[in-house]
């Protein structure tokens, strides 16, 4: 076959076996994955090797540019299959550190999204996981009831992954029945479950509070993080970080009323950015193809993250905005900053918007630098 003789359908069929040979290679580096995570945990050496990665992604971008590639495109090749990698060796790490092994779990509200994640996510750590939930979609292996009342509470974990509107009245309903096990909710925020938390530390029960700051389609957990509230009980929140320990989560460590004041800009705050992006837009009369048709790299990526907000659960952000004690603050930041921005404009203050860029600039570098340092 000569190259004037090479049909559309004789390139298409190279392609395919290309393809296919990339699969195998992918394949063969994922069972490689599982090798270097074994002999990672028999060395005592952390799953991930900041050091390493950036060599790999030096070396791969070299070899990128010597054969005429992108060095852009195998750099992102390569971090999708180090994330691969990473994803497998830390799934490795969980399973192998066995912390459930002969032990309980009840997860109450298992069958929703969060609660499914932490029912997988026990039953990895060798836990006999139980669910109490009406809904019938509970993850393979799991015992379900419908309601946590009709079990015997004796469990080593009882976990909360309920809707915020129910979860306080539950953690009471517990306090008077004094579980002996670790108890946790897993709520956005801490606000509406003070009176549930408390009432479980005041009958003596080991109590803490989690909130995990991904969503349920998370399956890498570097980079992440877990925030774990302080209600004074050491057993409690020692137990509740311990079932993270095998991860390479960050686990931070705060008091229930610094957690929402934080929550209301971290959550609160770039929601309410997003709702009033998309709101704008929608009130603005532009046909979403014209808007399409001129968009540009800022706008594309700030679309795409008010995307995923408004595809969200409305119930649940409304919760978020409402029920928090200290959510006004960061309204009320947002509209200052709004109101500035806009006064500049409207006046031609040059020097104004200029310092307000500025300011930004500083701002988000000091927090990059310290992003960095942690790395």
Known sequence: MTRDTVTLEDLRQRMNDLDRQLMQLVAERQELSEEVARVKRATGRPTRDYE??????????????????????????????????????????????????????????????????????????????????????????????????????????????????????ILRDLALRRPPGVIFDVGSLKSPLRAGLLALKSHGCKVTSVHPMFGPDTQLLSGRHVVFVDLGNDVALAGARELFAPTMAEQVVMSLDDHDRLIAYVLGLSHALNIAFFTALADSGEAAPRLARMSSTTFDAQLDVATRVAQDSAELYYEIQSLNDYGAESLEALSQAIERLRTAVLSQDHDTFVALMRRGRDYLQDRRSVTERRA
């Open 52 to 169: 390493r990665e950036r060599e790999v992604i030096l070396g791969v971008r070299a070899a990128a540019a010597e054969r005429g590639v992108s060095g852009e495109l195998a750099e992102q090749l390569l971090r999708l299959l180090i994330r691969s990698s990473l994803t497998t060796q830390e799934q490795a790490s969980v399973i192998a550190h066995g912390a459930g092994s002969g032990r309980r779990a009840l997860v109450i509200g298992g069958a929703g999204k969060m609660g499914g994640w932490f029912v997988s996510f026990l039953a990895s750590q060798g836990f006999s996981v139980e669910v109490a939930d009406p809904a019938p979609a509970v993850a393979a292996g799991a015992k379900q009831v419908q309601d946590w009342r009709r079990t015997d509470l004796k469990h080593d974990y009882i976990v909360l992954a309920t809707p915020l509107g129910i979860t306080d009245a």
